[in-house]
């Protein structure tokens, strides 16, 4: 089964956010970055349950899933017809701490 990937406003905000910091060193790292990032959720669309569920997430129902990239950790929600990349976020920042 393929589902669409689609990116919630504030996780692409938070990939942007992201991306513009590390572009002030290196701008091709920040593509890099922003590449597999993206292409890494592309692949969700196959195989949604690649990724172990995300047991920081508050109410998890067993549909909230996270992969990482280098110092991100990216969630995401599986749903029937589609995956939901619900945000990103930078590791350094301990899941207890998000709200």
Known sequence: ???KVEWTK???ASLDYYCGH???ES???AKKVRRE???TAKTLSKNATLYQLDEYYP???GDIRRFFRWDYRVVYQVREEKVVILNVYHT?????KIK
């Open 92 to 96: 350094s920042r301990h899941p207890d």
């Open 27 to 29: 701008p091709s790292s």
């Open 22 to 24: 590390i572009a002030e």
């Open 37 to 39: 990032i993206v292409l």
């Open 59 to 61: 109410d998890n129902e």
């Open 10 to 12: 504030r996780a692409s």
């Open 1 to 3: 089964m393929s589902r």
